[in-house]
Structures are given as structure tokens and as C-alpha cells.
């Protein structure tokens, strides 16, 4: 290139490129070793609340199956919010 000035500007554009491309890869690095130490908790979490909700179901139809047998008009009452779907956030 022959303009001193313009080699110098893409010269110090081109490092301040490489200077922010390792910035972002070590930042990276880091961001993924929290995500794997997180991973383990995350999948416990997730394990015990899968079991928690199945333990609800589970009682929602023994509640049901009492409900069915010998009904009752406030029990139905609670079934039946219950089984509505939630309004949905907006």
C-alpha cells in the first residue's frame, strides 16, 4: 500500500478485530464452563420436579376416581379449576 495513513488505520482496525475476536472467545469459554457446571443441578431440577408432577397427577385421579364414586359438589368445584388451563401471560 502505498498511503502510510490508510495502512496504519486498517492496521489498527485489523488489531483492535483480533483483540475483540479473543475477548469474545475467552468470554465464551468461560460462559460454556458455567453452563456445564450448572448442567448437573439443572438436570437434578428437573428430575424432581418431573416426579413431584407426576405425584400430583397421580392424586388429581385418585381424587377423581373418589369424586366419581361418591360425588361431591365442592370437591367437583376444585376438580374442575383444576383441570381448566391456566389464562395465558401476555
Excluded at 469474545?24 to 439443572?42: A, D, G, K, Y
Amino acid at each position: 500500500m502505498k498511503n502510510d495513513t490508510t495502512t496504519t488505520l486498517l492496521n489498527f482496525i485489523l488489531s483492535v478485530l483480533v483483540i475483540l475476536g479473543v475477548a469474545f472467545t475467552v468470554w465464551n469459554i468461560f460462559q460454556q464452563r458455567t453452563v456445564r457446571q450448572l448442567q448437573p443441578e439443572l438436570t437434578i431440577r428437573a428430575q424432581m420436579w418431573q416426579g413431584t408432577s407426576a405425584k400430583v397427577q397421580m392424586l388429581i385421579n385418585d381424587v377423581e376416581s373418589y369424586n366419581a364414586k361418591s360425588p361431591n359438589p365442592e370437591l367437583g368445584r376444585i376438580l374442575q379449576s383444576i383441570k381448566q388451563p391456566a389464562p395465558a401471560a401476555k
